[in-house]
């Protein structure tokens, strides 16, 4: 029997919030279902940010009006702060994620909160939740996400005694499942696993989850240490899109097929179809205006069918 | 004391052999020199081919001829067979590299010859140098690539019992160092430690040095998987240059500058100026007609200086 790991597909949200072309809530429900045609189980759908800053995001309402529950598929909606978690309430997604930082520099700009701040924030949503009545399963999962783990492009490196701290703080209330994330593109993977061990001692219980950005092209060798310290839950996006392409050196996360080519070809399990994924890669290539940036998307797998 | 990795530079020869853009000999030896000022000590320089196959390697002679010795820096020649060798004796190369192949379907298509007639080839220049003449250091040191490690795009899987034969065989010929390459970027991080594991059993005294091809993206998972494996000797290509723009999915190797970027983050020792190597990446890349494919000489280094 070989090992599982899951992608959570995150294209639909991190891919096209850092795109510059702007999709239809139609058009990125639309992007779902092929995600979900070609193997995704989890996908992050939605934001729910204000338009005004993130105007690629607009209408996650729209668009989780056309993705209705479904047995064995899970849509993910973010959250910054507790007006997002309200909002994710009045829809049907089925996992909320909610955006923490390791840094203040990192969080005060993205969403206006220190990380004590954000950590209060999340007792007060994790609070409601334990307040909150309803029928089993009415409420959605929940997880966060640690920004800038492996450092912050406004307050620079970050310390190992940093993120085992704010993980452990973070399990405490109740989290069941933290992604560990490489914002920015800058980790190697010897501190990839230096990372998930002091984060793993510090929640022994939590199911780490990893996300990576392909900046400085480490990407998938950072995957690649991450699975090998025991992670088998990891981000990636369709294509690898997002990154501004007009801004320089942005970069999306590290890309589902090529992720999905290199765990399917070690013998790993991941449910999805290559081909098709290269396909819907394509597609949404067509839909930004520029050729998606992954690896598999050119070159086609190996060896071929 | 950190661990000194050793990046064996292949951009004017691997590099350059694969790009539309046909550069003099000139403006090789030109690159060379750059590269020895960003800090490179070991450069693939020159390829002993035919022109007529590979033109842009057309005046081998005429570049080595603008690099005499110099004390501390190694330009190699690649030879295809002992014709090639002849020619390199006849230059200021420091180093030949004779191209093996791990199938005969690689073999046959890229030099002529089956895997056999390429070991008794190896094992007659092999023979040439223990019978020659001359003043000790006079003769060139000698390395082997074996391509094809990790599939062959005509005989397809490479098995490791395969690859742990020749590798035997190569060593036993006297080779010290042989190169294991990922030709066709099929290599997924596990299978590198797999052969690594193997190649090291079948010739435990020779040196060990890698050479990657970043076509589905795992070219740094792949470096890293072999450090872990405790090579200390890589191939990398300044730019990641290589690989014909126009041939779908075709790449080049894994960019030197990326390759530094990961290590020296995580506290190798390259000798490598990232900065400087950057510059020159982007300088090819004006050469050649088209930006250097690399993520560093988008993106820059981390922390920024």
Known sequence: MSR?????????????????????????????????GAGARRIEAVSFVHPKYVPQMAGAEEVMADLPHEAGRSRIGLVLNGKGYDRALGTAVDEVNVAMSATDGFGLKNQG??????????????????????????????????????????????????????????????????????????????AVTRKVEAARKAAPDAVLRLHFHDTRNTGLANAYAGVEAGVDVLDASVGGIGGCPFAPGATGNIATEDLVYMLERAGFETGYDLDALITTARWIGEKIGRPAPSALSRAGGWPRS
Do not use: H, K
Not at 7 to 30: C, K
Not at 119 to 140: C, K, S
């Open 113 to 190: 909160l220190s990380v004590e701040q954000q950590v209060q924030m999340l007792a007060d949503i994790m609070a409601g939740r334990a307040n909150a009545e309803g029928a089993p399963g009415a409420t959605p999962s929940l997880s966060a996400t640690l920004s800038c783990v492996w450092g912050c492009p406004f307050d620079g490196e970050v310390s190992i005694d940093q993120v085992a701290d704010l993980v452990g703080r973070i399990a405490e209330l109740g989290v069941e499942e933290i992604a560990l994330a490489d914002t920015i593109g800058v980790g190697d993977p010897w």
């Open 4 to 36: 599982r790991i899951t992608i959570v597909e995150v294209g639909p949200r991190d891919g096209l919030q850092n795109e510059t072309a702007i999709l239809e809530p139609i058009m990125r429900a639309n992007l779902v279902r092929r995600l979900e």
